[in-house]
């Protein structure tokens, strides 16, 4: 479901709007065991290195899958590419604020402990299921909440999977985006 909703710029914008206001309500109610938030360069810098890992992350998964299952998953991810096809560059760009500022506020932002992180991790890729032919691409959102979760408390500092999970997802679209153009 949050996946879809960063198909257009207005869906996206609309869902930041909820996700950061109820993002930082969940921080409220979690007072001082919410993530520390500070936009500085350390952090920022520490977030494009992390944004990095989960890149290089997704490129092993993506050649596994090749290797293991061949022409079967190039097929699934072109069905995946394609929910985004005409995905404009302002839809890309909100879509990755989306799940940089919203996202993060949600689901990593109301806790560093593991108990409240795990769990969360789990949630974040069950809601961007896309379609039960894409079941890969739900684990996969799992598992991605997985590497921003420990990066949160390994790092104690919200600021760094936000500038990771916006680069991620930027990165992301615009691959999808080139794979369009080739079909």
């Known amino acids: 479901m949050l996946f879809l909703l960063k198909r257009t710029a207005p869906t996206a914008l609309g869902a930041l709007l909820i996700l950061t206001a109820l993002g930082w309500a969940l921080r409220w109610w979690r007072g001082d065991q919410a993530t520390p938030l500070h936009f500085a360069p350390e952090p920022a810098l520490l977030g494009v290195a992390v944004g990095g890992g989960v890149l290089v992350s997704d490129a092993l ?4 899958l090749l290797l293991v299952f061949g022409d079967a998953y190039r097929k699934r991810h072109v069905e995946l590419a394609a929910v985004f096809r005409g995905q404009t560059l302002a839809a ?3 879509g990755a604020l989306m799940a940089g ?3 993060e ?4 932002g109301p806790g560093t402990g593991l108990a409240y992180l795990l769990p969360m991790a789990l949630l974040f ?3 961007h299921h896309v379609r039960g032919s894409l079941w890969y691409a739900t684990v996969w959102a799992v598992w991605e909440g997985i590497l921003f979760a420990l990066a949160v408390y390994f790092t104690g500092e919200l600021a760094v999977t936000m500038v990771a999970h916006f680069l991620h997802d930027l990165l992301g679209f615009l691959i999808f985006r080139r794979v369009n153009k080739g079909v």
């Open 61 to 64: 998964i993506h050649g596994a």
């Open 92 to 94: 890309i760009v909100c």
């Open 101 to 103: 500022i919203g996202e």
């Open 105 to 108: 506020l949600v689901f990593r």
């Open 125 to 127: 890729g069950v809601l």
